[in-house]
């Protein structure tokens, strides 16, 4: 990656969930720390490998529970090996789920700007 990013990233601290497409059975608990209207980047999960394909479930504070599929662009551990973190980018996702999920990003990019 080059660095450079069509949007801009926000940060945040959601609770969610993981599920490998792969295997459906298995769900992890973790944290989304940072959204773009493209993607986002969870916290906790090293079970997470660049190149899968997983659905995240967030539940967003006053919007509610949002299903996305996104495909795992990158994955690795950060902070001298504290962290484990992985960011993807968002693939077919209903509409009513993007409304969603945007209604959200918009919201955090105007408390940002103070609005």
Known sequence: MDGSR???RVEVCV??????IS????QYSCQVININPDGLCVCG????????????????PAIGKTKMYLK??????????RNYRAGGKFQMIEEKEKDKFLRFYHLKIMSLLGG
Do not use: H, T
Not at 23 to 26: C, R, V
Not at 72 to 81: C, E, H, I, K, L
């Open 72 to 81: 795992v662009v990158w994955a690795g551990w950060f902070d001298n090996g």
């Open 45 to 60: 999960c090293d079970e997470i490998r660049s190149g899968q394909d997983v659905y995240v479930v967030m539940d967003i």
């Open 15 to 20: 609770p969610a969930e993981v599920e490998l």
């Open 23 to 26: 295997a459906p059975e298995k």
């Open 6 to 8: 069509e949007w801009r």
